[in-house]
C-alpha cells in the first residue's frame, strides 16, 4: 500500500524559510515522478514543483527562484525547500507521485501559513 506523509508546515513571517519533506512507502520509489502541489482557500490546487525519476526540474513560475526540490532516493524521500516565504505562498502542501503505469497517488497534506 502507498503512503506519502507530509511534514514540515507550520507559521512563518514573509521573508521566512520552511522545509517541508514527504516520506514514502509502499513503492518502487525511484521509478515515480515526485512532485509538491498546493491548494489555497477558495482556489484550485496547483503545481508548485516537481522532480522525475532522472532528477529533472520543473517550477511554477511563481516559486521559480525561491523554492528548491530536491529527493533522495535512498531514504525514500522528497523535500521542498522554501525560502523568501510571502503570503500568497499561504495553502496546503500536498506531496504528489506519479508514474504513468500505475498512475498517482496523493498525501493528505500539510498547512504553510505565511504571515506576520
Known amino acids: 500500500q502507498v503512503q506519502l506523509v507530509e511534514s514540515g508546515g507550520g507559521l512563518v513571517q514573509p521573508g521566512e524559510s520552511l522545509r517541508l519533506s514527504c516520506a514514502a512507502s509502499g513503492m518502487i520509489f525511484n521509478s515515480y515522478q515526485m512532485a509538491w502541489y498546493r491548494q489555497a482557500p477558495g482556489k484550485e490546487r496547483e503545481l508548485v514543483a516537481l522532480?522525475?525519476?532522472?532528477?529533472?526540474?520543473t517550477y511554477a513560475i511563481s516559486v521559480k527562484g525561491r523554492f528548491t526540490i530536491s529527493r533522495d532516493n535512498v531514504k525514500d524521500t522528497v523535500t521542498l525547500d522554501m525560502n523568501n516565504l510571502k503570503p500568497e505562498d499561504t495553502a496546503v502542501y500536498y506531496c504528489?507521485?506519479?508514474?504513468?503505469?500505475?498512475?498517482?497517488?496523493w498525501g493528505r497534506g500539510t498547512q504553510v501559513t505565511v504571515s506576520s
Open positions: 522532480i522525475t525519476s532522472t532528477f529533472r526540474t
Open positions: 504528489n507521485a506519479m508514474r504513468f503505469t500505475t498512475g498517482e497517488y
